[in-house]
């Protein structure tokens, strides 16, 4: 009853017929997406719910999960959707992946698009921008479920699946100190993220941990790429540089090595460095690569068991709604200090649980 | 009316009403999925044209294009993407990936859903195994248009994005003679591909031009990965190793870089390696590895040009079907002759243009 009232109030508004509201809010081919948008607009205002009838007739439909990303897969989302498919496939489901290009406006897009039932399920990492989430909160209005994995909204009522990036960045910190570094950094993208906070939070905690200065310089923010580069080089090449860096993101920590190739700055007797990263290269780069080598695949396996224990409406998805798979810290030349034997690069890897 | 002979037909064999079977060929969510399958299935079977206007119908409903990869985006595969959507942006489309992890069953299911209306046009990379193609002729059949890049299936009347596998492989090869190399090997895929076999083709000619020895363990086939690592090892390992190792695929040259850098094999200086990579760690890793560098994001933003043009029913397309962009070959430290003044990883990179 509630269900045709909304019906009725939305043609009403929109001028529009019942029937012609209802095709639409099933995305029928015989509505054009211009009406369609409109009556999703208004249908979210109202906080419209499809009935659960419809919605099970949407999920016969599609029989596909949709994977929103913010940047094509690197070496971590592809090892997430390896973990993912790994289960879709499990279930005889067909994995869709969007991707963001860390774009708020096509992010909301993406989800408009998704929310017209052409998934049964979405699961999402948010783009660094991303603040807002009315736009996942409609997308579960429409029956939709959701399960946010690695960048995840917190307290946003989602469940979400992450690695312990503050417990993880920490022991990284203190793994760079005792390898004899006194002038840290911390390299990271622009703190909407909870990812981007808490790793920093880990490293900065370190530091005071160990009475090391800190100041407005010691956290570099990357917004524009280029400009980073620039000023990534000043800073390696200024009369104080840094002995050891720090990146919460992989693509900054080539960054560097590519400054370093340029200035001939060496890794690690000069500077050590180590970052979050699972780059299949890491120990073939010269130096090897220390890492924060994150879960991915077990990951992307467990936040889509999540996702289909909703989409099956399996009652114990309520018990735990957040899951946190302990990244490792995998030592490699790029923070050997002097006195250390791990010399040539057949890297020798001590892989401690961080 | 063709149309409605057609619908009959397959109506009155599947024991359906007619009107059951139009909604089934434009996915209608009132119809099961099973039904769907048996109705695509004899539509195919019957070469079922659907008419325009339901197509057209379907276009107005989609607006999106699927691309279709044998792999979660590598390096090359990932600047691929980035051109398509550079494209696809511009049309106010979305990208729908797929990935068919080099399984045939999974090509034909996904393309199979695809041709559902889905999607207004699919661009495909085809995986290793792929011989017959009757599913993407089923696609083109189902009025929805296709473009192959990279990983084409030849004479199959499709238009093609293609790099110059044959002359890039030649060229290469003669590099690595002309660097001193005697005993060289090539490492490669099953060579159901054309992009396999002409880049074999473009090895073998360059060292018979050269006269030299070819035998049949001059071409190392990678059919299951943790064999062939093995056989790799054995190779580098044996009493005449080779001196020279031309990968066709990047994935199987990082595997040469492991086992030289736990055998203590040193590159250039006992071996020279290069491979067709677009692997963005290339020039950081020990030693910088020499590319065969594709245009990859042309390729993509071309063979997503052609596309668009089908889709939009452009009489040009008729033109040119078969478009090839050339490689680059990108001179690292990994094919220096120990005579050569490239030492330092700063490498000077010379980009001959392949």
Redesign the interface.
Known sequence: MAEKIDLKRIARELNLAVSTVSRAL?????I??ETKQKVFALARQLNYEPNPYASS??R??S??IGVVLPE??NNFF?HV??GI?WVARQKGY??????T?EQMEQEI??IR?LQS??VDGVLASVCAGTQDIAHFRSLHQHGIPLVFFDRVCEDSGFPTVTTNDYEASYHATVHLIQQGCRHLYHLTLPLHLSITRKRLQGFLDALQQYQLPVNESTVLIAKDMDLFYDQLDQLLCSTQPPDGIFAAVEKLV?LV??IC??R?IRIPSQLKVLAFSN???A??????LTTITQPAFEIGKKAAELLFRKIEKKRDILEQMHYVIPSALVIRDSTRSLGQALS???AAEWIHSA
Chains 1, 2 share one sequence.
């Open positions: 099933r995305d029928s081919y015989e054009s997406e007739l949407r016969q439909r029989k596909t094509l897969p592809t959707v390896n498919e067909h994995v869709l992946i969007y991707i290009h897009s993406l698009h039932g052409r080539l090595y590519h190739q340029k001939h780059l299949e290269t120990p073939l780069l010269a130096p090897p040539n690069q057949s």
